[in-house]
C-alpha cells in the first residue's frame, strides 16, 4: 500500500493561477495608481492657498483606494482562489466561514478588555444623570453572530470567546452600579424563530426579523424591571402583526463584501412591515430627511430594494439609507406614547425602527460616530421616559461608553 502524501494537484493549479492572475491585475493596479497620483501630483500648485498639502494628501489617498480599475474583480478572482482551495478563511483570518457557511468574525489573540468596569461605572454615572430628570435607565447586550451551541465552527478555527466573556462581566459590574439590564442572548432562547432567520449569511449585523423581536424584548424589561409601559397588551412585539417580504439572492453583506461573493455567496434580503395602520414621521438631519406616512414609505425607503449588480448595490439602506447614525422618528398614531432615547452601536439602530411603533417618539443615536457632550445633554434633559443603551458583545470598548467619564 502507498502511505505517501497524496498530492492535492487540482489545489495546486487554482493557487497558482490565482497567485499569476493577482500578479498581473495588482501590477496593473499598481501602475494606474503611480500614474493617477503622478498627475495630481503635476496638477499641485503650493501657490494656489485653496490646494493646500492636506487636500493633496487627501487627493492621493482617494485616487490609491478608490479610484483602482477593476478592484472588485480582483476580489472576485480572489475569492474563486478560496473556493477552489477549500479555504475556510479569508487570508486575513479575520472572517471564517462556519459549517452551516455563515460568515463569523474570529480571534486569534482572545483579549480580554481590561476596563470593562470602568464602563461599568459610566453607565452607573449615566443612570443617576437621568434620575435626577426621572428618566429609567436600562443596559441591552447580545451575541453576535457566534452563538455558542448553536454555531457550528470548523475544526482548529477560535471562534470570538473574548467578546462574550467582556459582555458577561459588564452585566456582572453593572450589578454593583444599580443599572438594570436584559441579556439578549436569554430572550433569544425563547424567541419563535430560529437562528437562521434572524442573521444573514454574508453581513455582521442581524435581521429585521431580529431587530422587531429586539423591540419587543426591550418592551418587556422595561415594563418588568422599570415600570415603563411601552407596549401593554403586547400588541406592537407579536410577530405575527407583522409581514415579512422576501426579495431572493439580492445581498452582499459586509463580510460578503470583504471575502468576495463566490466565496461568500448571497443572502435573501427580508424587510418586516406592520400588517396594521401606521402614520411616522423620519427625520434624518445629516440627510436633510424628513419623511411622513406609513411605515413602507417613511421608515424604509423601497428604492434600495431595486439591487442590480449586488457588489455595487446595497438593499440593507432600505432601513434608513447608508451611512445613518443619527434618526429620529415621530409616531403619529400614538401622540401622548413614551419618549425613548437609544444609544446604541450600528447592529441596535434598525430596531428604533419598531420601537417607534409602540412609542411617541424615539430618538437613535450610534454612540461612536456622535459628539458625547449631546448624548449628554440628552440623557440629563428629562426629555425622555427611557434612555437605552444597547450593543453586541463585539462593540464593547471605549468608543461604545465615551460617556460621563468623570
Known amino acids: 500500500m502507498d502511505n505517501s502524501p497524496k498530492v492535492h494537484w487540482h489545489k495546486i493549479a487554482a493557487a497558482v493561477l490565482m497567485l499569476t492572475v493577482l500578479i498581473g491585475a495588482s501590477g496593473f493596479s499598481l501602475w494606474f495608481t503611480y500614474d493617477s497620483v503622478l498627475g495630481t501630483l503635476a496638477a499641485y500648485d503650493p501657490l494656489k492657498s485653496w490646494r493646500t498639502p492636506s487636500s493633496l494628501r487627501e487627493e492621493m489617498e482617494s485616487a490609491i483606494r478608490y479610484q483602482l480599475p477593476y478592484r472588485l474583480e480582483i476580489r472576485d478572482i480572489y475569492s474563486i482562489g478560496l473556493v477552489a482551495q477549500g479555504k475556510r478563511e479569508t487570508g486575513t483570518f479575520f472572517i471564517v466561514k462556519d459549517n452551516d457557511g455563515y460568515l463569523l468574525r474570529t480571534n486569534l489573540y482572545q483579549e480580554i478588555d481590561p476596563n470593562i468596569e470602568e464602563y461599568a461605572r459610566r453607565l452607573g454615572k449615566l ?102 409601559e411601552l407596549d401593554s397588551d403586547g400588541f406592537y412585539s407579536d410577530l405575527a402583526n407583522y409581514e415579512a417580504y422576501i426579495y431572493p439572492q439580492i445581498l452582499l453583506g459586509d463580510y460578503g463584501h470583504s471575502a468576495g461573493m463566490p466565496f461568500s455567496g448571497l443572502d435573501d434580503f427580508v424587510a418586516v412591515v406592520p400588517a396594521f395602520e401606521t402614520d411616522l414621521t423620519l427625520g434624518i438631519s445629516s ?106 458583545a463585539q462593540s464593547i470598548g471605549a468608543d461604545m461608553f465615551p460617556f460621563f467619564k468623570r
Open 127 to 228: 443612570r443617576q444623570a437621568a434620575a435626577l430628570k426621572g428618566t429609567q435607565v436600562l443596559f441591552v447586550g447580545t451575541t453576535g453572530k457566534f452563538v455558542p451551541g448553536t454555531t457550528k465552527m470548523p475544526e482548529g478555527y477560535l471562534p470570538d470567546h473574548s467578546s462574550l466573556r467582556n459582555l458577561d462581566e459588564l452585566f456582572l459590574d453593572l450589578l454593583a452600579y444599580h443599572v438594570s439590564n436584559l441579556d439578549l442572548r436569554e430572550s433569544f432562547k425563547t424567541a419563535p424563530l430560529d437562528y437562521t432567520d434572524y442573521y444573514y449569511r454574508t453581513d455582521s449585523r442581524w435581521t429585521a426579523r431580529a431587530a422587531q423581536f429586539a423591540a419587543g424584548s426591550v418592551a418587556d424589561a422595561a415594563k418588568d424591571k422599570l415600570g415603563v
Open 287 to 392: 440627510q436633510n430627511i424628513l419623511r411622513r406616512g406609513p411605515f413602507s414609505q417613511s421608515v424604509l425607503n423601497m428604492d434600495y430594494l431595486n439591487v442590480g449588480d449586488p457588489r455595487y448595490d446595497n438593499p440593507s439602506k432600505t432601513y434608513f439609507g447608508g451611512g445613518v447614525t443619527r434618526v429620529h422618528i415621530v409616531n403619529h398614531r400614538n401622540p401622548d406614547g413614551e419618549k425613548v432615547l437609544l444609544l446604541c452601536d450600528s447592529t441596535f439602530l434598525t430596531t428604533a425602527a419598531y420601537l417607534a411603533l409602540m412609542c411617541g417618539e424615539v430618538d437613535a443615536r450610534v454612540v461612536a460616530s456622535n459628539d458625547v457632550a449631546s448624548m449628554e445633554k440628552l440623557v440629563a434633559s428629562g426629555e425622555y421616559s427611557l434612555v437605552v443603551v444597547a450593543c453586541e
